[in-house]
């Protein structure tokens, strides 16, 4: 039986899932794998409920009964510019005193690790717990009603490309990457999401062990990233961006090798998330000492 996965249709999760969706590779992994697309937090929903075993989900997620699948991530070490908090400031504060004044924010509901990231980043760094609204990503419409817009993934993107229309139509914005302010107040790397596993769909149960289940990933993600280029002509004309912003994404916004500042930077995160010291430790699939491997683990 293959390992039932759930993914995320985005664009930063491309180069993890390359070998998986293109050939020579992507008939022999259907042999092992059965791939569903869905949001980040829906990624998540599946994974605890037993309804996947394998799932590319946000680190808000995880938990003691997962297993984080060693060399793989979604994370930026900058600007990711996927991830946008656009905040109304008429009176030009500085930034840290525009988030301290945001009462309200509405935010799309794709993915709950940027979410938890923002009220993290508000209420540790800023002295701030506004109230977060879920609304259907569109900037405008967002910040009508609230001071600040919280976007993720494409429709951030797709914003950024349009910025001097939503500048004319609402003055006096600040563009904010969350990635940026993270590292900014940490100094550690953005991490979105890992390849988390229920430890007992492997083995018997599916035929892939823990083993393969490290090869097949990283080795999709290697060659991920060795095929840029065919990603970028596949989903520019996909999402409705230029071929050189989707290069730069790929390229420099999004890093993807779960190294150990990225680690760090999960176990960080779960703490103030938390609010607490002592959290339960995150299990780790063992991990593979191959060189070319290692180098993103």
Known sequence: MPLRVSAISFLNPAPLLY???HEPTASELRTRYDIAYTTPAQ????LHAGAADLGLIPIAELDEHLA????CTIASTSEVRSILLLVKNPHAFSVDEALHQVR?????????????????LFAHFHGNRPGFVQQPAEPL???????????????A???REHRQAIDAAQPHLLWLDLAQLWRDRTGLPWVAAVWAVRPEALGHHSGVTAQQLIDDTNNSRIAGKANVETLVAEWAPRIGLPDQTVRTYLTQ?????????CLRAIQLFRKLAAGIDALPPLNHLPILASDELASGI
């Open 19 to 21: 070998n998986f969706e």
């Open 43 to 46: 990624c998540a929903a599946q």
């Open 68 to 71: 984080i699948v060693p060399g």
């Open 104 to 120: 309200t924010v509405a935010a799309d509901s794709a993915s709950r690790s940027s979410l938890a990231y923002a009220k993290v």
């Open 141 to 155: 419409s967002m910040l009508e009603h609230a001071d600040a817009a919280l976007l993720i993934g494409d429709p």
């Open 157 to 159: 993107l797709l914003a």
């Open 253 to 261: 916004n999004i890093h993807y090798d779960l190294d150990d500042d």
